[in-house]
C-alpha cells in the first residue's frame, strides 16, 4: 500500500487529500479562512494562519486514517499565486503576506512600467506588470517599510512557505516563480536583470526548480507536529492553476479549463510559451517541465458571490444563492454586473476598474441580484476565453472546476454564455489531486501523469450543453456587458 498526501492552499481555505494509489480518494480535509482588508485595496493573510489550517487538516484525517500514515510516501503541494510571502534569517515571516487581491501598487506599477524596458516586459516576463503580484509588492515594501525590507532573507511564495514548514528546507519552482514577473518564462530562471533594475538583492530569491523535483523529506520538528514519517519525500509543487489541470486530466493541447474559485480563470495547456501582445492574459511554467499555462484572468469570481451573500443578502451558503438564481429567467431580467470589485485583470488590465449593477427597477428581487452576479462572473470568463481564441488557442472541450462547478445552475450559465459544451470532474478538489498525481510521478508510483489520470481522473455523465435559444439571448447582454465598462471608464478616478 501506498498513500499520497495533496495540500492545496488556497485563498479561502485549506485542504488536504489522502490519497491511495489504488483506492483513490481517501479523504479531504478542508479550512476556512478569511482574507484580511486592513485598509481599502489591501489583501493580506498572515502565513502562519496557512500552516495552522495544514496542521488542522492533516491532524482531522489522522484521526480516521491514523493507521495508514505510516504508508504515506510523498506529499504534493498547490497554492494561491503571486503571493509575496517575507520571512528573515530564522524563516518567521517579517509581515503579513501580500495576496494576489492586493490593489496598493499602482504607484509602483507605473514606476516598473518606467524602469523595465518593453522588451523585456514583451520577450521575458510575458506578462504585464499589475498590483498583486510579487514584484509590485515588493516594490511598495521596499519604498513604504524600509525597515521589514531590510530584514528580509528570503522571498517566497505561499506553498513554498508551507513546504518550508514541512522539511525545514526553502526553496522555489517554476510555476509560482513565473507568477511573480521576476521570472524570464522563456528560460525558466529567474530574471536578475529585472532584479537589478529594481534594486533588489539576488541572495533574496531561493535557487528555482522544477515542480516535480523532491525537495526533502519531512523534517523531525513536522513529524512531531503531524505524526507523518520523517520518511515521507516533498516535492516543489506548484501554483493552483496547474495543478487544477493536472487534476483535470488537462496536460495536452485542446481543452480549455474555466475556473471559479475565489477569482476566476480560463486556461489551456501549451507546449510553447505563446502570450497574448496586448499582455491582457497570463502566461506561466506549467508544472510540466517545458509545457506552459496561458489563461485570462478575473480578480473576483466566487468572490463576488460571497460579497453579495456577506454584504447585501446576508444569507447562510452559496447553494442557497444557486438556488435563488434558478428561480430567475437568462438575462436577470434587465439586471447586469460587472464583477470589478477591486480591479480587473482581463481584459482591462486595470486596478481602477470598478463594479456595478445596471439595469435596476422596482421589480428586481434579491434573487435577480443573485444571478446577475453569477452572469457577470461568467460574462468576465468569456472576456477571458475570446482572447484565448484570439491568440490561436483553440479547445473542443471545456472542463468546469472550482465552486462554481457545485452549482448546477452555475454550469449551465457557463454552457449558454461561452457556448461551449461542458463537463465536470468526479473528483472536486482537483488542485489536491493533481498534487497527489505529481507526487505520484515523482515517487515512482505511476509511470507518468497519463497513468495516474487513467486512474483518478473522471468526469459526470452530465454534459451542460449550449441551449441555441439563451445562446442568444446571452450573445445580446454580454454586448451590453462590453459597453458598460467602455462608456464609464472615463469616470473612474
Not at 520571512?87 to 523595465?116: F, H, M, V, Y
Not at 513565473?178 to 530574471?191: E, G, H, I, P
Not at 510540466?288 to 446576508?314: F, P, T
Amino acid at each position: 500500500m501506498r498513500l499520497l498526501l495533496g495540500i492545496d492552499i488556497g485563498t479561502s481555505s485549506t485542504k488536504v487529500m489522502l490519497l491511495d494509489t489504488e483506492r483513490g480518494v481517501l479523504g479531504v480535509e478542508k479550512k476556512a479562512y478569511d482574507v484580511s482588508i486592513p485598509r481599502p485595496d489591501y489583501a493580506e493573510q498572515d502565513p502562519e494562519l496557512w500552516w495552522s489550517a495544514v496542521l488542522y487538516c492533516i491532524g482531522k484525517l489522522k484521526q480516521t486514517f491514523g493507521a495508514l500514515f505510516p504508508h504515506i510516501v510523498s506529499i504534493g503541494l498547490s497554492g494561491q499565486m503571486h503571493g509575496l510571502v517575507l520571512t528573515d534569517k530564522c524563516g518567521q515571516p517579517i509581515r503579513p503576506a501580500i495576496l494576489w487581491l492586493d490593489q496598493r501598487s499602482g504607484e509602483e506599477c507605473r514606476e516598473l512600467n518606467r524602469l523595465i524596458p518593453e522588451e523585456i516586459q514583451q520577450d521575458s516576463i510575458l506578462n504585464r506588470i499589475f498590483p498583486g503580484f510579487a514584484l509590485t509588492s515588493l516594490l511598495w515594501v521596499k519604498k513604504w517599510e524600509p525597515d521589514n525590507f531590510a530584514r528580509i532573507h528570503w522571498v517566497l511564495q505561499p506553498k513554498d512557505y508551507i513546504r518550508y514548514k514541512l522539511t525545514g528546507l526553502l526553496g522555489s519552482e517554476v510555476t509560482d516563480a513565473s507568477a511573480t514577473l521576476l521570472f524570464d518564462v522563456v528560460k525558466r530562471r529567474w530574471s536578475w536583470k529585472v532584479m537589478d533594475l529594481c534594486g533588489f538583492p539576488h541572495e533574496i530569491f531561493p535557487d528555482c526548480h522544477e515542480s516535480w523535483e523532491i525537495q526533502g523529506n519531512v523534517s523531525n520538528a513536522c513529524a512531531a507536529a503531524t505524526g507523518l514519517p520523517v520518511s515521507v519525500r516533498v516535492i516543489y509543487g506548484m501554483g493552483d492553476q496547474q495543478a487544477q489541470s493536472i487534476g483535470n486530466g488537462i496536460f495536452e493541447e485542446g481543452t480549455f479549463i474555466c475556473n471559479i474559485g475565489t477569482g476566476g480563470q480560463v486556461s489551456a495547456f501549451s507546449r510553447e510559451p505563446v502570450y497574448d501582445r496586448k499582455l491582457r492574459t497570463q502566461t506561466f511554467c506549467h508544472g510540466i517541465d517545458g509545457a506552459y499555462s496561458i489563461y485570462g484572468a478575473i480578480l473576483n469570481a466566487g468572490m463576488s458571490l460571497k460579497w453579495l451573500r456577506d454584504n447585501i443578502l446576508e444569507e447562510k451558503d452559496f447553494m442557497m444563492l444557486s438556488h435563488m438564481a434558478e428561480e430567475v429567467s437568462a438575462g436577470s431580467e434587465g439586471l447586469v454586473f460587472l464583477p470589478y470589485l477591486t480591479g480587473e485583470r482581463t481584459p482591462h488590465m486595470n486596478p481602477e476598474a470598478r463594479g456595478m449593477f445596471y439595469g435596476l427597477q422596482l421589480a428586481h428581487t434579491k434573487k435577480h441580484m443573485a444571478r446577475a452576479v453569477m452572469e457577470g462572473v461568467t460574462f468576465a470568463l468569456r472576456d477571458c476565453m475570446e482572447i484565448l481564441k484570439e491568440m490561436g488557442i483553440r479547445g473542443n472541450t471545456m472542463i468546469s472546476s472550482g465552486g462554481g462547478a457545485a452549482s448546477p445552475v452555475w454550469l449551465q450559465m457557463q454552457a449558454d454564455i461561452l457556448n461551449q459544451e461542458i463537463r465536470v470532474c468526479n473528483v472536486t478538489e482537483q488542485a489536491c489531486l493533481g498534487a497527489c498525481m505529481l507526487a505520484g510521478v515523482s515517487a515512482g508510483c505511476f509511470a507518468d501523469l497519463r497513468e495516474a489520470r487513467d486512474r483518478f481522473v473522471t468526469y459526470g455523465e452530465k454534459i451542460y450543453r449550449p441551449d441555441r435559444d439563451t445562446v442568444k439571448v446571452y450573445d445580446r447582454i454580454y454586448r451590453t456587458y462590453q459597453a458598460l465598462y467602455r462608456q464609464t471608464e472615463n469616470l473612474i478616478e
